[in-house]
Structure formats: structure tokens, C-alpha cells
């Protein structure tokens, strides 16, 4: 495994990454993502340090270190334990980068004990597998297609949507784009599928694809968008932006003009069966669902302590409202927290020895976490109201002699809180729920797991596949198997003393 100086020094590849109409030389050092980069380094470092190690990392069979995560799991306490070391990765950033190296290990853990599933590319998979959990590279991925005109289909847009163009003996030429590339400048890997059928029909599967990219790989541009990191830098301190001046995960298109993969980097090619169900067939679904409901978690409590120490700053933690909207919060923190448990504990059955997440609960959590993170930006809203406006313009204000007697008169808080801490907690929740870089996680939140219809149908879907469907109707027909016209049908209850009568 890297480190945090390994780690960025990789990073130094020639990559091709643009932002506000320039190519970025360095990633590392530009101040739209070299803070993200380092908060990614710290997860590098924290794999070593001995204060974090066990909690992180185990042992293969081959004897070397791998993040918990990145291993097949073999057992209830295997799951517990990765779950623990997701929220120990995800504390680093409060929660508020979700796409983490270990969150494509939901994918890449399974490569594996899933292998044959990958027909032709069996092996390419195992290597994959062994490769990932050596290594633990940072993977991003691209599984959606370009938002230009869902109307059409897939054929009408096949000069835009990523495709191979050519086959080669020693492997394929792709050509498209794909988003979201979420913290792909910062990533060694582009992981490309499809998340939507993929048959162009008349026997065109050329974009049934499964496959890896590097990030400097000939061909792969990145298009970022504006850079919040940047933006924080450009106008103000880290007192005044201090989440999004070091967690902003930028997110790009991934442009692939005329990219060689070769074959070692394929999982499939021109199978739609595969392309279609690999989402759900090879426990990705589980283990995404199972990541994220723990760095939700996460987040939620940092939100919560926010929360408190805001109330009681403002001196209205003793009221009976505002105490019953934090009580709220924390019920939702402690909701997400059992879930996760709950798909550690109750997991399913994979090929090969392998516990997969219990998906019933990941399910659940995908439709939970959108409805959940907008009531509680709401509640910051009402309980904190005008003190998210009532913040001077940035930290130089404070170093103003002239002003800063003014502030410190007029800016205080409630029990001995002064000025400068009050404010700067105010710039800390701003920053989480109102600056550009909040308004982002807001719509990231609602968003993670799928558009809105789809993470609802999925839970009857899934519910339908293990046929849990079939029996929650069986226990409501067995209620109804009780009576009929007549009376019950079961003795256990006592007949009316009134026989029912049949109507003229």
C-alpha cells in the first residue's frame, strides 16, 4: 500500500485535466485540488500510522497489509470490521467525501469470489482482484451516460456515448464520454460500465462494456467542474470556507477519445447480459449502499454536534422545539448507524464462501439518505435562521482594529461563547449546507444512489428477486384465510351469536 507522499507523487503522471479553459500541469500542486489531494494522502498515511492501522487494514493469505474493505469478506465479524474501518477513513473528512479510495472496493472485492460471472474474463478479474487489494488504488467510475437527449435511444446517440470502435488483437479502442467522474482528477483509475441497457439493437452490443482506464491513459481528458476548493482560496480563509478550502471531491466528465484498453483491463466485451445485470448480479448494489449508509452515518454525526453546539450558542437549547428538532436528527443519525449494522449482521450468501451486505436494508438506506439530508438542512434553517447571515464578510474583519471591538461586542454568543468562535462555528455550518460547495452536497445526497424512481423500484425489484414479496402477501393471506362470509374459518376465535344472512 502507498502513502500520502507515494500517493500524490503518483498523481504526477501527465494526466489530462481542465478547468476554467486550461489544461492543469500539476494536480497536486493547483489550487483547485491540491488540499482535496491531500486529504486523500492523509487516508494513505492513516493505512501505516500505528494509531489507525488495525482498525484499517488485515493481513492477506499472502501475508502483506490491505484495507479491510478491499478484502473478499468471509464472515459476519469480516463485514463489522470493514464497516469500522470505512467510518474511520470517512471521520478523516466528516463525511463529506464520499467517493473515497476504498468506495470502488465495493466493486473490486468481489472480482474475485464473482469471477466466472465475467464470461471470457474470469481470469482478468481474479487479476484485478489481487491487484486492487495489494495495491489499494484509487478507482473512480463512470457508469452513467451524458445527459443530452434521453428521449432518443441508445443508437441515436451512439457517436456520444462511450462504445468500442475498433478491435484489435491485443485489445479495444473506446471512444464517448461518461459522467460523473467524481474525484477523478485524484484517481489512478477509471472503472467504465453502464447503469442502462445497453443493446443498441440489430446485434449492435458495442456498448456493452465493463472495463478499466488509467487516468493518463492516451485519450482520457477530463472536463472538471468549477472548482470550490478554488473558489475558497480566491475569497476567503480556511476560518471562512474550512470544508470546502479541503474536502471538494471535484467532479468531471470523462472524455475517452480514442482510448487502447487492452485486453488484461476488460471485463466484458459485447455481452449485454453481463453489461446489463452486473450491478445487482455481482453484490456491487450490497456493498455501494453498504459504504455509503456508513459514511452517511457518519456525516450525521458531525451535523448533529454542529447542530448542538449551535443551539447552544444561540442559547436555545433549552427550549422544548428546538430540543424535540435535534431529538430528530439524532433519531435519523442512530436509523443510519443500526442499518448499517444491520447489513453487516444479516448478510447473504455469495459464491466461494463469500457475506455479501444484506441488500434489503442497503435498499432502504438508498431511499432514506435523499429524504433525510434536505429535512435537516431545513432544520439548521429554522433553529439557526439569521445567524447564518449575520456573519461578518470573511476572517480579515476580525484583524481589522478598527472593527473588531465592534465584533466582539456584537457577535458573541450564549455561555461565555466569544466573537470569533461563534462565528467560526456559523462559517462551518454555512459552509456545509449554504455555500456552493453545501448546495453541491445537497443535490450530491439526493442523487447518490440513483435517480428517484429507480432507487423506490428497486426495493420492490429486489424485494421481488428474493422473494420476500411473495411472502409479506402470504402473511397478509393468512390474516384474510381466517374468516370468510360464513364467519372465522379458524377455530381459535368464538363465532358471532348472529348468522350472516344472504340479502335479497
Known amino acids: 500500500m502507498m502513502n500520502g507522499k507515494e500517493y500524490l507523487e503518483s498523481l504526477r503522471d501527465g494526466r489530462v485535466v481542465f478547468l476554467n479553459g486550461e489544461k492543469v500541469e500539476d494536480v497536486t500542486t493547483h489550487p483547485a485540488y491540491r488540499n482535496a489531494a491531500r486529504s486523500y494522502a492523509r487516508m494513505y498515511d492513516a493505512l501505516h500510522d500505528p494509531d489507525t492501522k488495525d482498525v484499517l487494514t488485515t493481513k492477506t493469505e499472502d501475508g502483506y497489509r490491505t484495507h479491510k474493505f478491499f478484502k473478499a469478506p468471509k464472515s459476519k465479524q469480516d463485514l463489522i470490521e470493514s464497516r469500522d474501518a470505512i467510518a474511520e477513513w470517512s471521520r478523516l ?24 460471472y465475467y464470461k471470457g474474463f474470469e481470469n482478468n478479474a481474479r487479476n484485478w482482484y489481487k491487484k486492487a487489494v495489494k495495491e489499494v488504488p484509487f478507482c473512480n467510475h463512470t457508469i452513467i451516460n451524458p445527459m443530452l437527449d434521453r428521449s432518443k435511444p441508445l443508437h441515436e446517440n451512439k457517436d456520444v456515448f462511450v462504445r468500442a470502435v475498433e478491435e484489435r488483437d491485443d485489445g479495444i479502442i473506446v471512444s464517448g464520454a461518461k459522467m460523473v467522474g467524481t474525484a477523478a482528477a485524484l484517481t489512478h483509475y477509471n472503472f467504465v460500465s453502464n447503469y442502462a441497457p445497453t443493446d443498441l439493437g440489430d446485434g449492435d452490443q458495442s456498448h456493452a462494456l465493463i472495463f478499466f482506464v488509467p487516468m493518463n491513459a492516451p485519450g482520457v481528458k477530463m472536463i472538471s467542474r468549477q472548482s470550490y476548493e478554488l473558489l475558497a482560496a480566491k475569497s476567503g480563509t480556511p476560518f471562512d470556507y474550512p470544508l470546502s478550502s479541503r474536502f471538494d471531491e471535484n467532479d468531471a466528465v470523462i472524455v475517452l477519445d480514442h482510448v487502447f484498453i487492452p485486453w488484461e483491463d476488460v471485463l466484458t ?36 454536534g454542529l447542530l448542538m453546539k449551535a443551539t447552544e450558542t444561540a442559547g436555545s437549547s433549552v427550549f422544548r422545539g428546538v430540543q424535540a428538532h435535534v431529538g430528530e436528527i439524532l433519531a435519523w443519525r442512530n436509523t443510519f448507524w443500526a442499518m448499517s449494522d444491520a447489513m453487516a449482521m444479516n448478510p447473504q450468501e455469495g459464491p466461494n464462501g463469500v457475506v455479501i451486505p444484506n441488500g434489503h436494508y442497503g435498499a432502504a438506506y438508498r431511499v432514506l439518505a435523499p429524504m433525510v439530508w434536505p429535512k435537516m438542512v431545513e432544520v439548521f434553517e429554522k433553529i439557526v435562521a439569521g445567524g447564518l447571515i449575520q456573519l461578518p464578510s470573511s476572517s480579515q474583519d476580525f484583524l481589522n ?92 376465535w368464538m363465532q358471532t351469536e348472529k348468522e350472516p344472512q344472504l340479502q335479497n
Open 269 to 304: 466485451y459485447k455481452n449485454v447480459e453481463v453489461t446489463n445485470s452486473f450491478f445487482v448480479e455481482t453484490g456491487f448494489f450490497n456493498r455501494f449502499t453498504f459504504h455509503g449508509c456508513t459514511r452517511f452515518a457518519v456525516k450525521l454525526d458531525f451535523m448533529a
Open 93 to 116: 473528512s466528516y463525511g463529506f467525501m464520499g467517493r473515497t479510495p476504498d468506495y470502488k472496493a465495493s466493486f473490486t472485492a468481489h472480482l474475485e469470489p464473482f469471477a466466472d
Open 401 to 492: 482594529a478598527e472593527l473588531r471591538p465592534y465584533l466582539d461586542k456584537y457577535y458573541r454568543g450564549s455561555n461565555g461563547v466569544d466573537a470569533e468562535e461563534r462565528t467560526k462555528l456559523m462559517k462551518m455550518i454555512w459552509d456545509a449546507i449554504g455555500s456552493e460547495f453545501g448546495g453541491r452536497h445537497e443535490l450530491y445526497e439526493i442523487n447518490y444512489g440513483g435517480n428517484h424512481e429507480n432507487i423506490r423500484l428497486e426495493v420492490l425489484k429486489y424485494a421481488d428477486a428474493l422473494g420476500n414479496a411473495g411472502q409479506y402477501k402470504a402473511f397478509a393471506e393468512q390474516a384474510m384465510a381466517d374468516y370468510n362470509l360464513k364467519g372465522w374459518t379458524n377455530k381459535t
